[in-house]
């Protein structure tokens, strides 16, 4: 039988794959830290479900690499709105 902390492990990596989203947007939709859905989504889903787990760490690994361009963006923004 499986933990409420593993349930909540396997929704987290649902919702990152479906909505191709980010650790910071998941946590802010299912009201929890960032820090919880990173151990949920990296430690406790690679024993739960290892499948899973690889289709997250592909959706992390995108946004990891996409990063410094969001970061970019939200930068020129802040810059564009102050003007």
Do not use: C, W
């Not at 151990?39 to 289709?55: F, I, N, T």
Request: charged letters at 35%; aromatic letters at 4%; hydrophobic letters at 35%.
């Amino acid at each position: 039988m499986k933990t409420i902390v593993e349930e909540r492990a396997i929704e987290l990596g649902e919702y990152i794959v479906e909505n191709k989203t980010t650790v910071r947007n998941a946590a802010k939709q299912f009201g929890i830290s960032k820090s919880t859905v990173h151990s949920d989504v990296s430690e406790r889903l690679k024993k739960v479900s290892p499948a899973l787990y690889g289709e997250v760490r592909k959706v992390l690994d995108d946004n990891k690499a996409q990063r410094h361009i969001r970061g970019g963006m939200a930068t020129r923004e802040k810059y564009l709105k102050m003007k």
